[in-house]
């Protein structure tokens, strides 16, 4: 019997420099919560993106600097949610609590929607 993959959904978020880190925190708090409030979602998680210097091998070999920002283009807090299938996925789409987010999140929000950065790919069920 052959099941549907999982999907796994990513946001990147240009999030403004003075944006407070309560804000963010609250933000993220909202996020983590939605595991509890729309059905099929396995995990979800937000926050700050990692930073750090890349080794000399990586740098040399793809001809880049060493500061792991640049290639983040701007990037500095992710989402990052596991659906049980793509319906779920789908579902999620217009559900209340997700809907409920953007009022909070989007001011924090470089650009509006030119600040986010938003993918999904399946994940084989192994």
Known sequence: MMTSPKIV???LWKVKKEVSSK???DVDKQ???LKNKIPGIELAHAGPLETFNLPKEIVDAFSILPDVT???RGYNHALFII???KNYRILYDTSKAHLDL???MMPLIE???KGVLTVDFC????
């Open 111 to 113: 650009g509006g929607m």
């Open 31 to 33: 996020v983590k919560a």
């Open 123 to 126: 994940l084989p069920r192994i």
């Open 23 to 25: 804000a963010l925190s």
């Open 102 to 104: 953007s009022p909070a």
């Open 70 to 72: 640049l290639l983040a």
């Open 83 to 85: 659906f049980e299938d």
């Open 9 to 11: 959904h990513i946001g």
